[in-house]
């Protein structure tokens, strides 16, 4: 048990440090040559940088420690120590990668492939189980104390910060700064389920047991077989439940479809699975 623990704090090391480099190459690259502010700490940072010409890693250092000192007071140790790591090391990243070259000056490309980069590497520091503080600790404080939804309190958070751009920005830059964020949820989310999907496969046949025979014998698939009741005969019947992942599903359906030409399959997206065969070894 102890190796396991291990090795899957070594990993979550590997997602965070990762997440935090691809996420300083995201602003020194696309996001802060083309001023789009996408919420949170990043945001602010590109906001004080044109208005006042503070490094934004020095301004993210600011930003951060007085706020993961407020989430151990108001959070707790374990939610603190698992931000420290990644506030501590994302603005040393963005620090390290400041001169990196310029990789568009478009400003719809930016938003769109800024979002995609950023998101990507937040993505990846949350399959950390960490996060890059700022105010994403704003949003965990205000969810704890006012019972508040984390996805709305994290709108309004950086809604503000959105707004607050028209500060030093004219409103062209806030909507690319809006396409921006949108893209980053969306990228989150694909790197949070993973890029191995799953299909969830509910299948009812007068020739169950022979399917479920070769689904286990022929495919080395678990199947969960079901009793259900027949809403318009009224008959008992049985229906079968596989999760197999997306590339087998053809194979899977024309099988079927060989034992029982007639039989009643049911597929839909499994947005993550666990389990053996899947996110545990075989």
């Known amino acids: 048990m102890s190796k396991i623990v ?6 979550d090391l590997v997602y965070v440090l990762s997440g935090a480099l691809v996420l300083a ?10 001023q789009i502010v996408a919420g949170g700490a990043n945001g602010i940072s590109i ?16 930003i951060n420690i007085p706020l993961l000192v407020l989430c151990f007071v108001l959070l707790g140790k374990e939610v603190g120590m698992k931000t420290i790591v990644g506030s501590m090391i994302y603005p040393f990243f963005v620090g390290i990668t400041e001169n990196m070259p310029v990789l568009t000056n478009n400003p719809l490309l930016a938003g769109i492939f800024g979002g995609i980069v950023t998101g990507l590497g937040l993505g990846l520091v949350f399959k950390g189980n960490a996060s890059t503080g700022g105010t994403a600790i704003i949003s965990q404080i205000v969810t704890k104390y006012l019972k508040i939804p984390i996805g709305v309190a994290v709108s309004v958070v950086d809604g503000f910060v959105i707004l ?3 500060i030093a920005f004219d409103v062209e830059i806030v909507l690319y700064s809006l396409i921006c964020l949108f893209v980053i949820g969306r990228v989150i989310d694909l790197v949070q389920v993973s890029f191995d ?3 969830n496969v509910l299948i009812i046949s007068d020739k169950s047991k022979e399917i479920q025979t070769m689904i ?15 809403g318009y005969s009224q008959g008992q019947q049985e229906m079968l439940m596989c999760v197999i992942p997306e590339k087998e599903f053809l194979e899977l359906r024309e099988r079927v479809l060989a034992i029982d030409p007639h039989g009643f399959v049911v597929a839909m997206a499994a947005s993550e699975v666990m389990g053996k065969g899947f996110s545990l070894g075989r």
């Open 164 to 166: 607050g751009a028209l």
């Open 6 to 11: 291990t090795k899957q704090r070594v990993l």
């Open 47 to 62: 906001i004080i940088n044109h208005l006042f010409g503070y490094s934004v890693s020095t301004v993210l250092y600011i």
């Open 197 to 199: 999907r799953s299909k």
């Open 216 to 230: 286990l014998e022929e495919l080395d698939r678990g199947v969960t077989a079901i009793p259900v009741k027949g």
């Open 25 to 34: 190459i995201s602003i020194n690259a696309i996001l802060l040559p083309n």
